[in-house]
């Protein structure tokens, strides 16, 4: 793999103008980089764009920063790499943390504050039932898969734990390898030369994590082994994230309320950059007792947390990449990953409807997010502007 050089200031130009301005969702954010990072400025070629693409969507993390992050190794090397990872995550990070102080503040000072997000909870759910149709549109192809998607969302449903999810990835991932045969046969012109390096870091810091937060029971530790453990787990994006964060943060641990999750993941989906994002929100009001310097704390330890598992793991993978893909086992069990992943989404939907009044209004603001994701080209920060616009309408009218 050829790493080249480049200006750090200048690529780093680019990647906070992205993080400023990347709003649209996936395929609006891989056309800016199309324009910005390929034709105008020539880091990589667009063939490499949509074979590291191809890779960041194969792997568990957070694909978007997954694919800055290649593009700034195969730029200028892993330094490069970290700085952008940093530049990438920073604006989103920093303003979903404000959002946790402003919520917790909203609700301590003002009985009812939330009733301006009254509308936007609702349309959040709207907006995971377009994101679950688009993603199993897009990778649930076979009846084998389709099953997967059914068991997966009953299970998550109705034993709604943390470590459930884990499992269901790997029998998933298992049950689909097997049909290899069916992929056709690419010829490996190498045998496959692994680094390890990034690997032995990847699980080096999940088990220190683990161990530390058994022992000391400090909870900054505890926080940052939850969303490392959550960042090495999740395949299909930042939507995928969302049953993984309200099964061990508001069921499992209760230090969020439905509500408060509802509110956070709806303005996630109203700013630019990255949708894991709503890790440092969940974060930062996971740690609220310890004052303003638990939420920024608790919003830095989460992002940390969630955004290094699949850096570690691009950055291991991305060497041997070339090889590994000709092996037709690991090409099956993407589609039980998928599937089951597609499944854990379904049951989300649901979970996250459950709290909420099952009101006419309610059931309308869904369907209608829904239409309005599918059915125009109204951008997701409109949407859910106009529904915050809605809430405060609502307030001053009724209320």
């Not at 994590?209 to 400090?218: D, E, F, M, N, R």
């Not at 996250?352 to 920060?381: C, D, H, M, R």
Request: proline share 5%; with cysteine.
């Amino acid at each position: 793999m050829s790493v080249k050089k480049v200006r750090y200031y200048l690529f780093l130009k680019d990647i906070l103008t992205l993080s400023l301005t990347a709003f649209g969702g996936p395929q609006a954010f891989l056309a800016m980089l199309l324009d910005r990072m390929v034709k105008r400025h020539a880091y990589i070629s667009e063939d490499e764009l949509w074979e590291l693409n191809a890779l960041c969507n194969m792997l568990p993390g957070p694909s978007s920063t997954q694919l800055v992050c290649a593009i700034a190794y195969r730029a200028g090397g892993p330094n490069l790499a970290y700085l952008a990872l940093i530049v990438w995550i920073l604006p989103a990070t920093t303003i979903m943390i404000a959002a946790a102080i402003l919520i917790n503040f909203l609700q301590e000072s003002t009985p009812g504050a939330l009733n301006f997000a009254r509308f936007i909870q609702p349309m959040a759910i709207g907006f995971i039932i377009f994101a679950a149709q688009k993603i199993i549109g897009k990778t649930v192809k076979t009846t084998e898969a389709m099953v997967l998607v059914l068991i997966s969302a009953f299970i998550s449903f109705f034993y709604s734990s943390p470590y459930i999810f884990p499992v269901l990835l790997v029998i998933g991932g298992l049950s689909t390898s097997i049909k290899y045969k069916q992929q056709p046969k690419l010829e490996k012109d190498a045998p496959l030369k692994i680094e390890w390096a990034n690997f032995y870091l990847w699980g080096g810091v999940l088990v220190l994590a683990a161990l530390l937060g058994a022992i000391t029971k400090y909870q900054p530790v505890i926080l940052f082994e939850n969303f490392y453990r959550n960042g090495s787990l999740i395949f299909g994006g930042g939507q995928v994230l969302v049953p993984y964060l309200y099964t061990e943060f508001v069921d499992f641990k209760n230090f969020l309320s439905s509500e408060e999750f509802l509110t956070g993941y709806a303005i996630s989906q109203g700013i630019p950059g990255p949708t894991f994002s709503i890790s440092s929100y969940v974060g930062a009001l996971s740690m609220r007792e310890f004052g303003t310097a638990g939420f920024i704390m608790g919003g830095l330890i989460a992002a940390a947390g969630i955004f290094l598992p699949g850096i570690f793991l691009i950055f291991f993978v991305i060497r041997f990449w070339d090889q590994l893909k000709k092996y037709r086992p690991v090409r099956a069990a993407l589609e039980g990953i998928n599937a089951v992943s597609c499944g854990m989404l379904i049951a989300a939907a649901y979970l996250l409807f459950e709290p909420l009044e099952a009101n006419g209004l309610n059931i309308v603001l869904i369907l209608g997010t829904y239409a309005l994701l599918q059915f125009t080209k109204i951008s997701s920060p409109a949407i859910i502007a106009g529904g915050v616009i809605l809430g405060i309408a609502y307030n001053q009218l009724f209320i």
